[in-house]
Nanobody
Framework: QVQLVESGGGLVQAGGSLRLTCAAS????????MGWYRQAPGKQRELVAR???????DYADSVKGRFTASRANATNTVYLQMNSLKPEDTAVYYC?????????????WGQGTQVTVSS
């Protein structure tokens, strides 16, 4: 069974930083796209950032220049370094990964981690 386990959320003041980590575990042969989405109260889930296995990244316009996504392929781990945080970054952040398992390629989600930015 594959699991995505997130950590690193919390409460921070505006202008501060947080680093999120998501590790995929289980019977995994590898992962293609790994990334982060977020969902604020009353809003739809949106893409924040994603990283290919080759290290190419894609960011939402709202976080460009402030957030950096990276990954460690050897451990199927993806990171999100969040700097210059703003109150509008407050949301539940979800890890997402396209994982190669014994049952083929499947899409998985983490349980979510709360990020709260106070003004």
């Amino acid at each position: 069974q594959v699991q995505l386990v997130e950590s690193g959320g919390g409460l921070v003041q505006a202008g501060g930083s947080l680093r999120l980590t998501c590790a995929a575990s289980g019977n995994i042969f590898g992962a293609n796209l790994m990334g982060w989405y977020r969902q604020a109260p009353g809003k739809q889930r949106e893409l924040v950032a994603r990283v290919t296995s080759g290290g190419n990244t894609d960011y939402a316009d709202s976080v460009k220049g402030r957030f950096t996504a990276s990954r460690a392929n050897a451990t199927n781990t993806v990171y999100l370094q969040m700097n210059s945080l703003k109150p509008e970054d407050t949301a539940v952040y979800y890890c997402n990964a396209d994982v190669h398992t014994t049952e083929g390629w499947k899409d998985y989600w983490g349980q979510g981690t709360q990020v709260t930015v106070s003004s």
